[in-house]
């Protein structure tokens, strides 16, 4: 459960938020939901009400990919509340589309899609392209589970777009754009629809997708068994199928969760900063 008491001291919640932010960007869960969870006291009670939202909705985030439903719901909900009353429409992006995606995952699909599509005009709104391109990922998943794959598809397809011009150092945008490519990849190879064009972005973002390795493996074990090489190509298909869980439809497809990172801070710090520029020019 979320820690409810009061710590009373917004400055060290506000110290604990950055480092969790650096900490869960790294990809160090453990640490990071230790400091979100030591943050959010400190920001009770006090003034401070975007630190708490942004400490919530990654304390959600990290609860949701250990399944942890019922806490995480509970998360994005108050980091919805807080972030709809001061009128923050870049974390209210954030935080529909993780609430979208927890009732996406407990089978809700109307709530989800209406939450998903909020987050999406909200990020669109502010120009925030890592949760457009999740948002677009989630609208994508959900459309496959209620079996619309050419919806599916044309998401996905927008969604990778939207992944382009995103760095992919950090953790967080590593794994928004491999399960993005995850997600393309199984529709498009059910559909038999070409490849190339995602092989050679792979390349470009320098990340391995399973669902390529897997076909790449598969296509290869059949070269092998044209040339008679009948236990190489049973070993390669039998990689391939590792690679791709194959089980008839493919696999389940990944929903994307979105964790506020220190960079979100910054940029949002400078274009206040340029903001007031602005108006005094």
Same mark, same amino acid.
């Given at each position: 459960?979320?820690?409810?008491?009061?710590?009373?001291?917004? %400055?060290?919640?506000?110290?604990?938020?950055?480092?969790?932010?650096?900490? &869960?960007?790294?990809?160090?869960?453990? &640490?990071?939901?230790?400091?979100?969870?030591?943050?959010?006291?400190?920001?009770?009670?006090?003034?401070?009400?975007?630190?708490?939202?942004?400490?919530?909705?990654?304390?959600?985030?990290?609860?949701?990919?250990?399944?942890?439903?019922?806490?995480?719901?509970? #998360?994005?909900?108050?980091?919805?509340?807080?972030?709809?009353?001061?009128? &923050?429409?870049?974390?209210?992006?954030?935080?529909?589309?993780?609430?979208?995606?927890?009732?996406?995952?407990?089978?809700?699909?109307?709530?989800?899609?209406?939450?998903?599509?909020?987050?999406?005009?909200? =990020?669109?709104?502010?120009?925030?392209?890592?949760?457009?391109?999740?948002? %677009?990922?989630?609208?994508?998943?959900?459309?496959?589970?209620?079996?619309?794959?050419?919806?599916?598809?044309?998401?996905?397809?927008?969604?990778?777009? =939207?992944?382009?011009?995103?760095?992919?150092?950090?953790?967080?945008?590593?794994?928004?754009?491999? #399960?993005?490519?995850?997600?393309?990849?199984?529709?498009?190879?059910?559909?038999?629809?070409?490849? &190339?064009?995602?092989?050679?972005?792979?390349?470009?973002?320098?990340?391995?997708?399973?669902?390529?390795?897997?076909?790449?493996?598969?296509?290869?074990?059949?070269?092998?068994?044209?040339?008679?090489?009948?236990?190489?190509?049973?070993?390669?298909?039998?990689?391939?199928?590792?690679?791709?869980?194959?089980?008839?439809?493919?696999?389940?497809?990944?929903?994307?969760?979105?964790?506020?990172?220190?960079?979100?801070?910054?940029?949002?710090?400078?274009?206040?900063?340029?903001?007031?520029?602005?108006?005094?020019?």
């Amino acid at each position: 459960a979320l820690l409810k008491g009061n710590g009373s001291d917004p %400055l060290l919640g506000d110290i604990q938020l950055r480092l969790g932010q650096l900490s &869960d960007s790294a990809g160090e869960r453990g &640490d990071a939901e230790k400091l979100y969870s030591e943050a959010v006291p400190n920001f009770r009670g006090g003034e401070d009400t975007k630190g708490l939202a942004d400490a919530l909705n990654n304390l959600g985030a990290l609860a949701a990919k250990q399944e942890r439903h019922v806490e995480a719901e509970e #998360a994005f909900s108050e980091a919805l509340d807080l972030y709809t009353a001061f009128e &923050d429409e870049n974390g209210r992006a954030y935080a529909l589309c993780n609430l979208g995606v927890v009732h996406g995952g407990r089978s809700r699909y109307e709530n989800s899609k209406m939450l998903i599509e909020a987050s999406l005009i909200s =990020s669109r709104e502010t120009r925030n392209r890592n949760v457009i391109a999740a948002s %677009l990922n989630n609208l994508g998943v959900l459309n496959s589970l209620i079996g619309n794959s050419p919806g599916a598809l044309k998401c996905f397809e927008a969604s990778m777009e =939207s992944t382009d011009d995103l760095e992919t150092q950090e953790e967080q945008d590593r794994e928004l754009v491999r #399960a993005v490519l995850e997600n393309i990849s199984r529709i498009r190879i059910a559909a038999n629809v070409p490849l &190339d064009d995602l092989f050679e972005y792979v390349n470009r973002k320098a990340i391995d997708v399973d669902a390529l390795e897997g076909w790449r493996l598969m296509q290869r074990g059949q070269e092998l068994a044209s040339e008679g090489l009948w236990k190489e190509a049973w070993m390669m298909m039998g990689r391939g199928e590792g690679a791709l869980e194959y089980g008839g439809a493919l696999a389940s497809l990944r929903f994307v969760w979105c964790s506020i990172s220190v960079n979100d801070w910054v940029n949002s710090e400078r274009l206040r900063t340029s903001e007031k520029r602005g108006l005094k020019g």
